[in-house]
């Protein structure tokens, strides 16, 4: 989160507010990491819109997640699930329609800021 607190604070980017949603897999390295984001998170004053977790291994439907996290519109969406091939199918699935957000996936991560 203090990446991208000061990424708003540089002015490098606007966020239409502060609400989070994650998406972990089910094994210890997943959500230890997604529990501590979430932790942070909502001590900075971020709303948590949506904690899910996946059963480890390869996933290869995202929608109803996405679905979910969409009636939100969270800012940043967070993915700690580190197989590269959901992380692929992951952000294809968003492009399908996607939402003005920040995306984080672990070892990895898209967002739509602008160049400077």
């Known amino acids: 989160m203090p990446v991208i607190e000061k990424w708003v604070s540089d002015g490098k980017l606007k966020l239409p507010n502060k609400k989070i949603a994650f998406i972990s897999s089910d094994n210890p390295y997943s959500?230890?990491?997604s529990d501590g984001m979430q932790a942070d998170a909502k001590q900075r004053g971020w709303q948590v819109t949506d904690s899910e977790?996946?059963?480890f291994g390869e996933i290869n439907d995202w929608h109803a997640f996405l679905s979910k996290v969409r009636q939100d519109s969270p800012a940043v969406i967070v993915n700690t699930d580190y197989l590269p091939g959901n992380a692929a199918t992951f952000m294809s699935q968003f492009e399908e329609n996607p939402t003005?957000?920040?995306v984080f996936i672990q070892y990895?991560?898209?967002s739509r800021i602008p160049e400077s």
């Open 31 to 33: 959500r230890s990491i």
């Open 53 to 55: 977790i996946v059963p």
């Open 100 to 102: 003005d957000a920040l």
């Open 108 to 110: 990895g991560d898209r």
